[in-house]
């Protein structure tokens, strides 16, 4: 107990030393990183994993104690923010907002998505709506950020304050700034998803896996963020660890890739593959097909590849899809000076085309696979013959947690 009203108003009834006030800072906001990765995120909004109710009201409360974050709304906007990525819409993109503006005023723009009600509604169905969300989590949204403050003051004194400061700006940082931000803008792709969505770093320990951003967009229902084996997902190694104590259920991961030998033509089972993971087979295609083509281009006119800027190389993943009109132009001209490279980037469109159209005629679609196939095999470029006869024996394997 404080011995005078200086020592509770410095150091609160805790009286902690600087070494337990770090460690309850960083325990109480990784707690919060897990309750909006594992809660908020995976099973909320994307309805990956289940939570036993009682680790799931948890969750709940403590979102709404440390972020005064509603969970209909942040589910709905995350949902929009899939839904409409990296268009106009798009509650923060940087490729459409600037990354200043996404990376800075990350909690403007989540107040300006909280403020479209039509799309809180339309997005945010099946969140929890029951007395205790009415009647206090989204009626007094910011009552528990303040009931925080009272309890850091009484704790720790002037330095819960000060943490509690900290606390506000944790998530706005970490997950509006740098997940939003960032996380569409800096790092390494594991897969041509038709977003700009990156890896900021494989290992996902400090926001709680949210740091493996690529992989999400690239399977957004998949409970588990690291799909490469060098990659680590510390909030699914919590999903794991709550499972096999019986706090959590699996309801899905990323499907797995199985290559059949020997396949003559596509079939239903390389149709059903390619749909579920065909921002992997185009990221195969770029690496199979169009990387060996540009080194090759390289060997035979080293300063036609030099001139074109690394930045505009890398446009062949997508044909250009995230560049200005002006670089996309210049990257057009020079495919198209290369007969080799124009054939190729045309046999990526065309493969895209047939991956985007999800049509419910599933024999048409095949049909149009058919043909690609044949197309790609009589055109005598050995590395797009070796994809189309491996991309045919394409199969789900059965998931592997």
Same mark, same amino acid.
């Given at each position: 107990?404080? =011995? ?44 990956? &994993? ?7 009201? &948890?969750?709940?409360?403590? *979102? ?29 993109? !940087? ?6 503006? &996404? ?41 528990? !950020? ?25 998530? !706005? ?27 900021? *770093? @494989? ?6 896996? +949210? +740091? ?7 399977? @957004? ?39 059949? @030998? ?18 992997? =087979? ?6 199979? &097909? ?73 024999? =048409? ?11 790609? +095999? ?19 394997? !059965?998931?592997?947690?």
């Amino acid at each position: 107990m404080p =011995a005078s009203l200086l020592d509770f108003l410095a150091g609160g009834f805790a009286q902690a030393g600087l070494g337990t006030l770090a460690i309850y800072f960083l325990a109480a906001t990784q707690l919060t990183i897990l309750s909006v990765t594992l809660y908020l995120h995976r099973s909320q909004a994307h309805r990956s &994993v289940d939570f036993h109710p009682a680790l799931a009201h &948890v969750f709940r409360f403590w *979102t709404w104690l440390t972020t005064s974050m509603i969970t209909r709304e942040w589910a709905a906007i995350h949902r929009k923010h899939h839904a409409k990525c990296e268009t106009e819409e798009d509650p923060h993109s !940087p490729q459409i907002k600037g990354i200043r503006t &996404v990376f800075w005023r990350g909690v403007e723009l989540y107040r300006e998505a909280r403020a479209d009600r039509e799309s809180i509604e339309k997005y945010g169905k099946g969140c929890p709506d029951d007395w205790i969300e009415r009647h206090l989590y989204s009626r007094y949204p910011t009552l528990g !950020p303040t009931l925080l403050l009272f309890a850091s003051f009484a704790l720790f004194g002037f330095a819960g304050v000060a943490i509690w400061a900290l606390q506000m700006a944790w998530i !706005p940082f970490w997950a509006a700034g740098v997940v939003n931000g960032l996380g569409h803008w800096w790092g390494y792709r594991n897969f041509e998803t038709a977003d700009t969505a990156t890896n900021l *770093t @494989p290992w996902g320990f400090w926001i709680g896996g +949210e +740091e493996l951003h690529n992989n999400h967009h690239a399977f @957004p229902s998949s409970a588990k963020f690291a799909l490469r084996r060098f990659e680590f997902d510390i909030g699914w190694s919590t999903i794991k660890l709550l499972q096999a104590i019986g706090l959590a259920k699996v309801l899905r991961v990323a499907p797995s890739l199985d290559v059949r @030998p020997n396949i003559a033509m596509p079939d239903t089972e390389t149709l059903k593959a390619l749909l579920a993971i065909r921002f992997q =087979a185009m990221t195969d295609y770029y690496r199979a &097909v169009t990387l060996p083509a540009l080194r090759e281009e390289k060997r035979h006119a080293a300063q036609r590849v030099r001139a074109l800027p690394r930045t505009l190389r890398k446009g062949l993943a997508d044909g250009g899809r995230w560049l200005d009109d002006d670089k996309r132009a210049r990257l057009q001209a020079w495919v198209a000076e290369s007969p080799r490279m124009a054939q190729l980037a045309d046999f990526r469109a065309r493969l895209a085309q047939v991956l985007d159209e999800r049509s419910n005629d599933a024999q =048409a679609t095949l049909q149009k696979l058919h043909a690609w196939c044949a197309e790609a +095999e009589a055109s005598g470029i050995h590395a797009l013959q070796a994809f189309s006869a491996r991309m045919k024996g394409y199969a789900l394997a !059965p998931a592997r947690a």
